[in-house]
């Protein structure tokens, strides 16, 4: 029984879509039969209506017309106008003199008492028209004035019952109830198979929706057609791709900052157990251990540094951008990896024009080319070089770091720019790089309207060029 219940109260529930749409239809349908059902009913029988109208008051004065030049109209010469206008087909014919009585009544009446009240009003000098369909008939009657408005000797009633008409417009009734009822049927037919197939595809998208709520990014819908509901499949499927990877790259990346993280923590309790194990340490191994475990802390204390930098451009925090040197910015990231190119034995040149200016932080432009240039250094051959161009094109400030270092492989340049991706881990952990230098590169880049490449430089080493926008203010 609580199974049932809860059966029937999702069969009524009024909020879903299936009771909506039942609704509509059955309103929808109950609006359009009832038109159906009224309006050619009614058009035909008002168009009957005139039509007696006008046959009956031509009937009725033509005979007005004819009686108005009898001096004493009576029964008999009465009949003979009749006869003479050949007034048959009319259920009852009554004359009356301005008195009220009846001069000639073919249905036999012919005190006052059994006169028609509308031959009493047209004595009065008005015409009276009478028409109503029932019984499968049209009962019409007609009184008119005989004589004028000055001198009115009479009046004429016409009664008909018109049994043929009525009989067409009651099965026109009937077909139309009949057509109205497979109308019925048929749209309902439909409706139903067009609902079930629409309600299904919304079932299918909401079932699809909880699972992929549930955790399953790899769930895909099954599409078919092309309409409205087809199209939103497409755009769920490509949403739970989207998500797919996300959360793919969400885990490798949680993967792998994990892991490098341990490397360094591991060297620093490896170290600090080594101190505290060894007795009678001399000073210089111990500074050599305290020394090494500054360069782990220091390791860590920049990839975390970095890890804090791309978390924000993840969260899309709104920036606030400035006109920004892009000049000046290069030459302080020269001036700070001086001693470090030095100690690589590595020549640092810059080829940089005035007035390049760029809509931008003063943050994220120091991490584009300070990154930029101490890769270019790190990874360098004793006595190379790195050279820093910039210049302006048009709307287009361009900003290129070529360095003869070892240069980057052509199928791994689509990588390097995804999150603690190197291309050789051993001599990259040696050189003291995270792998998230060139991340926080592109995504600043791409933060500001920018676009970034990286190609081969001759006779070897890298090149990488970074395009923004120029600043018009």
């Not at 209506?49 to 029964?75: I, N, V």
Request: aromatic share 6%.
């Amino acid at each position: 029984m609580p199974n049932e219940n809860a059966s029937a109260k999702k069969l009524i529930n009024t909020g879903s879509i299936s009771f909506q749409f039942i609704v509509f239809i059955g309103l929808l349908l109950v609006v359009l039969l009832v038109m159906l059902n009224i309006f050619p009913y009614v058009s035909t029988r008002d168009a009957v209506y005139q039509e007696k109208e006008k046959a009956m008051e031509s009937q009725a004065s033509m005979l007005a017309s004819a009686l108005t030049g009898l001096e004493r109209p009576d029964e008999e010469n009465v009949a003979e106008v009749l006869r003479l206008l050949d007034m048959q087909g009319y259920e009852r014919v009554t004359i009356a003199d301005k008195a009220g009585s009846a001069v000639y009544d073919s249905d036999g009446g012919g005190s006052r008492d059994g006169v028609e009240p509308d031959l009493l009003t047209a004595l009065s000098g008005k015409t009276v028209f009478r028409s109503v369909f029932r019984d499968e008939s049209f009962h019409s009657s007609y009184a008119i004035p005989i004589g004028n408005h000055k001198s009115i000797t009479g009046a004429v009633f016409l009664r008909e019952n018109d049994a043929e008409r009525g009989k067409i417009l009651h099965e026109l009734q009937v077909q139309i109830r009949a057509l109205s009822i497979v109308i019925a049927i048929a749209a309902l037919v439909m409706a139903g198979v067009y609902g079930t197939t629409v309600l299904g595809k919304l079932r299918q998208l909401s079932n699809a929706i909880r699972v992929v709520s549930g955790g399953d990014y790899k769930y895909r819908i099954a599409v078919s057609g092309k309409d409205e509901l087809a199209e939103l499949s497409r755009e769920f499927n490509e949403l739970t791709a989207r998500l797919e990877d996300t959360e793919r790259q969400r885990r490798r990346f949680v993967s792998d900052a994990s892991h490098e993280l341990k490397t360094p923590l591991a060297s620093i309790r490896l170290l600090a157990d080594s101190i505290v194990q060894t007795e009678n340490m001399d000073v210089e191994t111990m500074r050599e251990f305290v020394s090494d475990i500054g360069n782990e802390a220091e390791r860590l204390q920049h990839m975390t540094e970095d890890l804090l930098s791309l978390s924000r451009m993840d969260d899309d925090i709104q920036i606030v951008p400035e006109p920004v040197d892009v000049k000046k910015a290069t030459l302080d990231a020269i001036n700070l990896l001086r001693p470090v190119a030095a100690e690589k034995q590595v020549t640092l040149n810059a080829e940089l024009d005035d007035g390049c200016l760029v809509l931008a932080t003063k943050d994220n432009m120091h991490h584009i080319v300070f990154n930029l240039l101490e890769n270019a250094v790190k990874y360098n051959f004793p006595e190379g070089s790195v050279t820093a161009k910039l210049h302006k094109e048009g709307d287009t400030v361009q900003l290129t770091v070529e360095d003869t270092g070892v240069g980057i492989p052509e199928d791994e340049r689509y990588n390097i720019f995804g999150r603690f991706y190197r291309i050789d881990k051993a001599r990259s952990r040696e050189a003291g790089g995270s792998g998230l230098g060139l991340s926080i590169v592109h995504d600043a880049v791409k933060a500001h309207g920018g676009s970034i490449a990286v190609g081969a430089n001759e006779p070897r080493g890298s090149r990488f060029i970074v395009s923004f926008p120029a600043y018009k203010g």
